[in-house]
T-cell receptor, first 112, second 115 residues
Framework: AQSVAQPEDQVNVAEGNPLTVKCTYS??????LFWYVQYPNRGLQFLLK??????LVKGSYGFEAEFNKSQTSFHLKKPSALVSDSALYFC??????????FGTGTRLQVFP | GAVVSQHPSWVICKSGTSVKIECRSL??????MFWYRQFPKQSLMLMAT?????????EQGVEKDKFLINHASLTLSTLTVTSAHPEDSSFYIC???????????FGPGTRLTVL
């Protein structure tokens, strides 16, 4: 079965520093991978996706993610964190029945 | 980008009552609707999938008679929580999809609190 894992419940980073939110995947076949952000009491906002092509995917709000097939990872990154980036981040994979399977989420806290 | 609305955004009800949640895709036709439930500090769990004009397909462990889903038009789907109980208190989120591989749009969510 397709799945994603987010090993960190929370990531803390100082404003202006680079951030990484980790995600690993387990799929059969080609992975369709996604990152979403959720602010309190809000639905999910799409950040970026990997379907095929360039391993470095650029998304919204300055975020990017790197697809690494050998490490089965799809980590979310941003060169310089903002306090406003503090939110809950979800990695997801589209399974072979076209459903989105979500990771457990990682809370990002950016300190001023 | 596409706009998806949910109504109400927050509802508090007494145990035993039924609550209807609406999800509207305002500028595209949703051939498929996904309904998710999110408990506090947890991830999104898919409850059911519905195609316009067809009966919904429920995930394992989700009671179809308790969570009634109607997808009668391409722009509106409803989730009715029947005889709600405190354990049904959760954040309910819809995701309309037009065709395949259109994962960008989620509703803003409805917070249900059952007293």
């Amino acid at each position: 079965a397709q799945s994603v894992a987010q090993p960190e419940d929370q990531v803390n980073v100082a404003e202006g520093n680079p951030l990484t939110v980790k995600c690993t995947y387990s799929v059969s076949g080609n992975p369709y991978l996604f990152w979403y952000v959720q602010y309190p009491n809000r639905g999910l906002q799409f950040l970026l996706k990997y379907i095929t092509g360039d391993n470095l995917v650029k998304g919204s709000y300055g975020f990017e993610a790197e697809f690494n097939k050998s490490q089965t990872s799809f980590h979310l990154k941003k060169p310089s964190a903002l306090v406003s980036d503090s939110a809950l981040y979800f990695c997801a994979v589209r399974d072979n029945t076209d459903k989105l399977i979500f990771g457990t989420g990682t809370r990002l806290q950016v300190f001023p | 980008g596409a706009v998806v609305s949910q109504h109400p955004s927050w509802v508090i009800c007494k145990s035993g009552t039924s609550v209807k949640i609406e999800c509207r895709s305002l500028d595209f036709q949703a051939t498929t609707m996904f309904w998710y439930r999110q408990f506090p500090k947890q991830s999104l769990m898919l409850m059911a999938t519905s195609n316009e004009g067809s009966k919904a397909t429920y995930e394992q462990g989700v009671e179809k008679d308790k969570f009634l889903i109607n997808h009668a038009s391409l722009t509106l789907s409803t989730l009715t929580v029947t005889s709600a109980h405190p354990e049904d208190s959760s954040f309910y989120i819809c995701r309309p999809e037009a065709g395949s591989y259109n994962e960008q749009f989620f509703g803003p969510g409805t917070r249900l609190t059952v007293l």
